[in-house]
């Protein structure tokens, strides 16, 4: 919106073209997002109290868990709003992977409320069926990956890379589409098991986001893209916006969310923020760079699945509870501990996901 504007008043005033600039513009996005994070969360917090939308804890989780309950929930509405607020205002809206990015952000977010509103409202511990739920995920990740496969333009747009290749780079066509189906649903159940911890989830997202920011940035310049053998696709441009606005409100609501969180994001928050990865990877055509960034979700993931199919075949847990951030707390870690090690890990793996892009 401001671009649009800014293209405009430019034609009288020269200075208004700094608004063009996409580094320039990706640092407002990020200022924005996190402005409008810090000013929205007290009273965001507040809303959430009064409304009586608190947190519910399992009986059979870390006892130290259990002074958790009732502390609120749903603060995701605070993130996506402020994340889709910024890239309206600082994106080209006449560019298509705006629209499929905040498009996500809103399907996934609305997915993830009426998820919470049943929860926490509703008092219905199961929340949004298993079934259900699972469904309307599968049908916004399948109507997107047809919507970008037949909007491709080029053949770059359903090029498949693989790291450390890079003479390996097939045109998977159709393929696209169910690509991005698995690549939505799960990253968005990712994430969405990842957030148990405070801050733990929030953290590790706008840590990979960084990551991602960085790559989508080289793949719309031509000069890095044929440096670093990616595909070159001039639309992902404003996915830097995205990702730079996604850290900004990532930033404003750790403020918050840090240890003893004040408000935890739930649903709303989590499986909107895993598709928003998710379909930013797939729109720079990095997907197996978001599994290895995104290590410590696919992780927690992988140890819910060994968990449950671990009981059910042999009737015997693996872990001491799962996801694995549990396993450890009951194992004896504190959780700041948790916490700030899975960041670690987090920031290792992104930097081991971005030395990929030259080792090819």
Known sequence: MIVLLSDWLSNYVDSFRVFSYLTFRAVMALFTALALSLWLGPITIRRLQILHFGQVVRDDGPQSHLKKQGTPTMGGIMIISTIVISMLLWCRLDNIYTW?????????????????????????????????????????????????????SS?????????????????????????????????????????????LAIVTTLTVASGLGIVAWATSN??????????????????????????????GFLWFNTYPAEVFMGDVGSLALGAGLGIIAILIR???????????????????????????????????????????????????????????????????????????
Not at 117 to 144: M, N, P, T
Not at 185 to 196: F, H, I, P, R, W
Not at 226 to 244: F, G, H, M, N, Q
């Open 100 to 152: 499929y990015t905040v498009g996500t952000f809103t399907a996934y977010a609305l997915i993830g409320f009426a998820d919470d509103y049943l929860k926490v409202v509703r008092h219905d511990s199961h929340g949004l069926r298993a079934k259900y739920k699972y469904f309307w995920q599968s049908a916004v990740a399948l109507c997107l990956g047809c919507c970008i496969y037949g909007t491709a």
């Open 222 to 251: 031509a000069n890095f893209a044929s440096y670093l053998y990616i595909p070159y696709v001039p639309k992902a441009a404003e996915l830097t916006l995205a990702c730079t606005a996604i850290v900004g409100a990532g930033l």
């Open 155 to 199: 053949p770059a747009e359903t090029t498949f890379v693989v790291p450390f290749f890079k003479d390996f780079m097939p045109d998977i066509g159709f393929l696209l589409i169910p690509l991005a189906y698995f690549v939505l649903t799960g990253s968005s159940n990712a994430v969405n098991l990842t957030d148990g911890l405070d801050g």
């Open 286 to 360: 990095e997907e197996i760079l978001l599994f290895i960034m995104g290590g410590i979700f696919v992780l927690e993931t992988i140890s819910v699945i060994l968990q449950v199919g671990s009981y059910k075949l042999r009737g015997k847990r693996i872990f001491r509870m799962a996801p694995i951030h549990h396993h450890f707390e009951k194992g004896g870690w504190p959780e700041p501990r948790v916490i700030v090690r899975f960041w670690i890990v987090t920031l290792v793996l992104v930097l081991i996901g971005l030395i990929t892009l030259k080792l090819r």
